[in-house]
C-alpha cells in the first residue's frame, strides 16, 4: 500500500545524544517535509527537501540535520544542540503545491 | 508568518454548525486544511486556491476571500466524527517550500 512511514513511533533520547527519526515514503513524491508539534503551537517547518541531494531549513531548523539521498527517504537527526526536543514530530511529503500528506508521527523524549 | 486562526475552540451539540476562520497579515497564494484527532497525524481536508472559490468535503465546505486574505471552514449538521483540532495552512507562493500551519482550532462535538 503507498504511503509515509515513520519510525520509531515512541523514542526516549538522553541528555546529550543524537537520534535520527527514520521517515520512508512509496508515493513517488518530489517533496518531503518535517515538521514539530507542540502543545498549542501547531505545526513548525523543520526543514524541507524538493528534490533528491537538497533541501532547505525551515522556521526552526537549528538542532536538526536532515539528508535525502534518495527520493524515497527523509531522515531526520535531532542533535544535541536541540535544547527542548520533547515533541511530536511529523513528516510529510507532496508534489509541487504544496499540498502535504503527512505519515502518523513518532513521539521522542528527553529522559 | 503564522495565521491566525479563530475561535481557539468550539464546543456543539451532534446537529449544530460550526465556523472556523483563519486569516493572515501577508498574501495567501492558497490555504489548506486539515483536521487532526489526538495523537494521530493530521489529515488533508481540502485545498483553497485563488479566487474567491468554494469548495465542499461531506458536509464541510469552505471558502477563500482573497482581498481579505481569509478563509473560512464550514460544518453544517455537525457529526460525533467531526470533532478533533482544525488546522489552516497557507502557502505563500514560493513552490513546494511548505506550508505555515495556524495554531489550531478545537471542536469537541458532544451527543
Redesign the interface.
Known sequence: DGGITQSPKYLFRKEGQNVTLSCEQNLNHDAMYWYRQDPGQGLRLIYYSQIVNDFQKGDIAEGYSVSREKKESFPLTVTSAQKNPTAFYLCGSGYSGNTIYFGEGSWLTVV | Q?PVQSPQAVILREGEDAVINCSSSKALY?V?WYRQKH??????LM?LLKGGEQKGHEKISASFNEKKQQSSLYLTASQLSYSGTY?C?K?GGG??????????THLIIQP
Open positions: 503564522q492558497s489548506h495523537g494521530e497525524a493530521p489529515v488533508f485545498i488546522f495552512g502557502d513552490g513546494a517550500d511548505g506550508l505555515t500551519f495556524g495554531k489550531g
